[in-house]
Nanobody
Framework: QVQLVESGGGLVQAGGSLRLSCVAS????????LAWHRQAPGKERELVAT???????NYGDSVKGRFTISRDNAKNTMNLQMNSLKPEDTAVYYC?????????WGKGTLVTVSS
């Protein structure tokens, strides 16, 4: 059974930083691409960043240059370092993996950026 558990969210002032983590179980972690998505109040879920099994990263335009995605295969963990946070980054952040064509999601962690 695939489980994804996010942590690290919280309240931060604009310009600050947060580091999110996602611990995965039920998959051979090193073999899978992973992603962070976010959903702000009243908006659709948005792709934030992806990382391949080999460690190659891609980012949404709104976070390029500010966020860094990484993975630690030894710890079955994916991270998202978020710097220079803006109020518009306020959202619930979700960890995602696709296994055998099915998407799995964590419950999310709330990030609130105050102005």
């Amino acid at each position: 059974q695939v489980q994804l558990v996010e942590s690290g969210g919280g309240l931060v002032q604009a310009g600050g930083s947060l580091r999110l983590s996602c611990v995965a179980s039920g998959i051979t972690f090193s073999m899978y691409a992973l992603a962070w998505h976010r959903q702000a109040p009243g908006k659709e879920r948005e792709l934030v960043a992806t990382i391949t099994s080999g460690g190659s990263a891609n980012y949404g335009d709104s976070v390029k240059g500010r966020f860094t995605i990484s993975r630690d295969n030894a710890k079955n963990t994916m991270n998202l370092q978020m710097n220079s946070l803006k109020p518009e980054d306020t959202a619930v952040y979700y960890c995602n993996v696709k296994k055998f064509g099915r998407d799995y999601w964590g419950k999310g962690t709330l990030v609130t950026v105050s102005s």
